[in-house]
T-cell receptor, first 112, second 108 residues
Framework: KAGVTQTPRYLIKTRGQQVTLSCSPI?????VSWYQQTPGQGLQFLFE???????NKGNFPGRFSGRQFSNSRSEMNVSTLELGDSALYLCASSSRTKGTQYFGPGTRLLVL | GIQVEQSPPDLILQEGANSTLRCNFSDSVNNLQWFHQNPWGQLINLFYIPSGTKQNGRLSATTVATERYSLLYISSSQTTDSGVYFCAVGWSNNDMRFGAGTRLTVKP
């Protein structure tokens, strides 16, 4: 089975712009979670989708949003980018809502 | 929220040595996972271990849920074991809290 894929792998944006990141889970997995990793805050949970429903959201402002499609692919969107949004964004898929998570390679976002 | 503490923060070993990494958590959980992040940022799941003991080759893990800690054992370490090891705990995959990690460096 192919692993979790994320596109794009690298992205440079300027403050005030918006960005959309994409995640394709392992075939058959219906749970997709998103995480932000920064040197200062570490790995932080953003949100999780299961069968197109957002089941939970971490402590992030409303500028961070996401969605999941019927084929389980997920996108996350960050509007009005700030310098502090520079981070590695990781998505993980799982076959169940509680169980082994498989991570993608991540998208490195740099906001200038 | 739940607090996750990993120790030691940094660990330097000679190739062939054994090591034990610890993860303490402040509340009861039923979802605990260990991950290895390589230098390129890829997170690899090592164990899903909310309780009990598991082994996979040179790696093994034990979680004592009643005492709120988990241990990751690495035996006969290799340079490819270098990276950061994270434990993550929660009740479901939508509330996982990651520790700050243990940075392991294995020298040849």
């Amino acid at each position: 089975k192919a692993g979790v894929t994320q596109t794009p792998r690298y992205l440079i944006k300027t403050r005030g712009q918006q960005v959309t990141l994409s995640c394709s889970p392992i075939s058959g997995h219906r749970s997709v979670s998103w995480y932000q990793q920064t040197p200062g805050q570490g790995l932080q949970f953003l949100f999780e989708y299961f069968s197109e429903t957002q089941r939970n959201k971490g402590n992030f402002p409303g500028r961070f949003s996401g969605r999941q499609f019927s084929n389980s692919r997920s996108e996350m969107n960050v509007s009005t980018l700030e310098l502090g949004d520079s981070a590695l964004y990781l998505c993980a898929s799982s076959s169940r809502t509680k169980g082994t998570q498989y991570f993608g390679p991540g998208t490195r976002l740099l906001v200038l | 929220g739940i607090q996750v503490e990993q120790s030691p923060p940094d660990l330097i070993l000679q190739e062939g040595a054994n090591s034990t990494l610890r993860c303490n958590f402040s509340d009861s959980v039923n979802n605990l996972q260990w991950f290895h992040q390589n230098p390129w940022g890829q997170l690899i799941n090592l164990f899903y271990i909310p309780s009990g003991t598991k082994q996979n080759g040179r790696l093994s893990a034990t979680t004592v849920a009643t005492e709120r800690y988990s241990l990751l054992y690495i035996s006969s370490s290799q340079t490819t074991d270098s990276g950061v090891y994270f434990c993550a705990v929660g009740w479901s995959n939508n509330d996982m809290r990651f520790g700050a990690g243990t940075r392991l460096t294995v020298k040849p």
